[in-house]
């Protein structure tokens, strides 16, 4: 099935927060042979928006609300209509937030799941999430990974994940999702990755559709032509 792509218009660009427009349009100018440093930084409204929500999170569903409520907040500050948190699986301890900022920080890899994988790392000083003596860590994200994402899960150490709209929803709108197997989530669980999709899935879909019925850029690797 083949699905419209819209790109990503300049205007668009130019409607971001002064300071994300100013990281992405005045990058310092480097000389032959050296390279700007990789940084994730959260917009400054995700820690003002979690000082708004609970510490430790109980249920499955709360914990989803939370990551629906992140992408739709992100969606209305220019970036991806994703979210995504880290939470403590036993405690409900809230870890780590994650947006997605693909087009505010010009990298592909900046999806809502491995920003909050990542930032979670960062808080911990370690790669490894799932170390003995950590508590186990959840992942709960909007929508389910993309095929980036999934294979980045058995990676970062988290030992569960909560997933909230299908990743077709993100496809009829005209997200890449990837290449991914039939079987993702079982294959997660075979790794001892417990799986819960379609928590809260109207809700979180709506966030999509919502932003594509909007005119929300549609933002891909490459064209969609098949
Ligand atoms: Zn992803």
Redesign the pocket.
Known sequence: MSYPLRRLEGARVSSLHTRERAAVQHQPRLGPRSYPSLVIALPEWVPAFMTTAPDFIATPHERMRLAIDLARQSASHGGGP?GAILVEAESGRVVAPGVNLVVPLSCSMA????VAISIAQQLEHSHDLGAVGRPALQLVTSTE??????GAIPWSGITSLVCGSGGDVAERIGFD??DKPHLWSELLASRGITVLRGICADEAAAVLTDYARRGGPIYNGRDKTD
């Open positions: 994703f999806h809502a799941e491995m990974p993309c095929a980036m994402c999934l999702e990837g």
